[in-house]
């Protein structure tokens, strides 16, 4: 298995509208990719402007197709102004 975790901090006021396309993002990649397990959106609210993704992919080469995916792209080109900053890990070993 391969996790992606990410980690947004959004500019002030933008949750609302970007937790609307992640989660459609997150819909559409469970539905439409195979090899994407799990997709899960956390967020606390005590701290708004911070969402995480904890992401579970077959290997790394699903993970790319998921970011060449239409609605990945479509995703990203539509919430770009609203992010301040981006982490993304990734984990090759996972222990269950």
Do not use: I
């Not at 990410?6 to 439409?32: C, D, E």
């Not at 301040?84 to 990734?90: G, I, L």
């Amino acid at each position: 298995m391969f996790v992606v975790t990410v980690t947004f901090r959004l500019h002030p006021g933008t949750q609302t509208a970007f937790l609307k396309h992640m989660l459609a993002n997150a819909a559409q990649s469970l539905g439409a990719e195979p090899e994407c397990h799990q997709f899960d959106v956390c967020t606390d609210p005590a701290r708004p402007d911070k969402v995480f993704l904890y992401e579970v992919y077959t290997d790394a080469d699903a993970f790319q197709v998921h970011l060449k995916s239409a609605h990945f792209v479509s995703f990203d080109a539509v919430v770009r102004d609203m992010v301040a900053d981006k982490t993304v890990q990734t984990f090759t070993e996972v222990w269950q």
